[in-house]
C-alpha cells in the first residue's frame, strides 16, 4: 500500500475554503449547503503521458441514469449475464454509435459475486484501452487491485475529438477540441450493464481517471451522483467556465472523492490556467485550481469545518518531492492527495513513466490504484 512506509510525520488541521470567482455564492447555494461546479479535463498530442486530454459533453441531463442497459449486438461477448472471466473487448451500441470497453474480471468470479465495479478511464491525447494493459500505464494497477480484492474493471473507450485523438466529452465550456460525443449515455450504459450483470448496488459501484479521464470522472459525479458510490481523481481539475446544468449547480446529493494532483503539472496546472496549452492558444479551456477544485467538494460534502488528519510519505527520496495526505472524514468523505514537486503522471510506485516537459516528473511514493481502492472499499 506504501501509506505507511519511509518517513511520515503526522498531524492535525482544519479544512479553509477557498472559492474561486467564477463560482458565485449565488450558482452553488443549495438547500443546505453550497453545491460543486462541475468538471475539466485535458486536451492535446498523443503521448504516453496522457498530457493531452480533451471533453466537451453536449447539455448537461438529468442526475437519474438509465434503469436498463442500452441496445448491445448480438455477438458481443459481454451481452448477457455476467461478464466472462478474464480480459475481453466488449461493445454497445450508444445513440447508433458502437462504442467499445475491456472488461477484466477476476477468476474468483467464478465462486462467489465480486466485490466492487471499478469503471476506470483514460486521459487523452489517444491513450484509449492501452491503459489497461499490465505495466503499461498506472492505471492498469487497478488490475492488482481486482485479482486481490475480487473486483471487476470496466476500461471504456473515448472517441477522436477535433484533433483524431481519443478522449472524452466533460464539462468545459470552452473546449474548442472537443468533439460531440455522448459520452454520458455510454457511460450509464456500462454501469447499467455492469450492475445487472453482477447484481451490485450504486454504492459498489466507483469511477476512477486520470487528466481528461478524471475530468470526465467528475462530469459524471456531477450529473450522476446517485448511480455510484464514490470517484478517485489524478490530476484533473473542475473547469473555470462549466456548461449549464448539473456541470454550474453541482450534483443533487454529496460525492465521496478521493483528489490527487501534482504541484508541478504543467498539462493540468495545479494554480489553474490554460490546459495542455501548447499552441499558446488556450484552445482546451481553463480550469480553476486543484486547491479549488478540493474546496468545492469539501463545502459540497459538508466538511469545511472538520478536523483534517496528515501525513507525510516519502517512500522514494529520489523522485521530486514527498505525497502529502489529507483526510477530511465524514458521511461523504474526501481524501486530498498533494504531491510535491510531483507532475502529470498518476503516481506509481510499480508503473515509473517517462518525465519531459509535457508531463512534468512522477511522483513514485505511493500507487493511484492502491490509495483509490483503499478510500474507495471503505463506501459501502
Avoid: K
Avoid at 12 to 29: E, H, L, V, Y
Avoid at 141 to 160: C, D, K, M, Q
Amino acid at each position: 500500500m506504501h501509506l505507511v512506509d519511509g518517513r511520515i510525520r503526522r498531524g492535525t488541521g482544519s479544512a479553509t475554503i477557498r472559492t474561486p470567482r467564477a463560482w458565485t455564492a449565488t450558482a452553488w447555494i443549495g438547500v443546505a449547503a453550497v453545491a460543486l461546479t462541475a468538471c475539466g479535463g485535458s486536451g492535446g498530442s498523443a503521448r504516453p503521458s496522457g498530457a493531452g486530454d480533451r471533453g466537451r459533453p453536449g447539455p448537461a441531463t438529468a442526475s437519474t441514469p438509465p434503469t436498463t442497459p442500452a441496445t448491445t449486438p448480438s455477438s458481443d461477448p459481454c451481452g448477457g449475464g455476467p461478464f466472462p472471466v478474464g480480459t475481453t473487448d466488449c461493445t454497445v451500441a450508444v445513440g447508433g454509435t458502437e462504442r467499445r470497453y475491456r472488461t477484466v474480471v477476476p477468476d474468483a468470479t467464478a465462486r462467489r459475486p465480486p466485490t466492487a465495479v471499478v469503471v476506470v478511464l483514460h486521459g487523452g491525447g489517444g491513450e484509449g484501452l492501452g491503459v489497461s494493459e499490465a505495466g503499461a500505464h498506472p492505471l492498469a494497477e487497478f488490475r492488482t487491485v481486482a485479482a486481490r480484492e475480487n473486483v471487476v474493471l470496466i476500461y471504456p473507450e473515448g472517441l477522436p475529438a477535433r484533433d483524431g485523438r481519443a478522449g472524452w466529452t466533460d464539462c468545459r465550456a470552452d473546449n474548442r477540441v472537443a468533439g460531440a460525443a455522448d459520452d454520458m449515455a455510454f457511460l450509464d450504459a456500462v454501469v447499467a450493464r455492469a450492475r445487472a450483470a453482477f447484481g451490485l448496488p450504486a454504492s459498489r459501484v466507483f469511477m476512477a481517471g486520470s487528466s481528461n479521464g478524471g475530468q470526465m470522472t467528475l462530469a459524471y459525479a456531477l450529473q450522476r451522483p446517485d448511480a455510484i458510490g464514490g470517484i478517485a481523481v489524478a490530476n484533473a481539475n473542475l473547469p473555470e467556465t462549466p456548461l449549464p446544468g448539473p456541470c454550474t449547480t453541482g450534483p443533487a446529493r454529496a460525492v465521496p472523492a478521493l483528489l490527487v494532483h501534482g504541484t508541478t503539472d504543467p498539462a493540468m496546472p495545479y494554480a489553474g490556467g490554460c490546459v495542455a496549452n501548447l499552441g499558446g492558444n488556450c484552445a482546451r479551456g481553463r480550469v480553476a485550481s486543484a486547491e479549488a477544485t478540493r474546496d468545492l467538494f469539501l463545502t459540497r460534502n459538508g466538511l469545511s469545518s472538520v478536523p483534517t488528519s496528515s501525513e507525510t510519505i516519502d517512500t522514494d527520496p529520489t523522485d521530486a518531492g514527498p505525497a502529502q495526505r489529507f483526510v477530511y472524514a465524514g458521511p461523504a468523505p474526501v481524501e486530498w492527495w498533494r504531491m510535491d514537486g510531483g507532475g502529470h503522471s498518476p503516481p506509481s510506485v510499480a508503473v515509473r513513466r517517462p518525465t519531459g516537459p509535457a508531463t512534468g516528473p512522477q511522483n513514485r511514493d505511493v500507487e493511484f490504484a492502491e490509495i483509490a481502492w483503499a478510500f474507495l472499499n471503505g463506501r459501502r
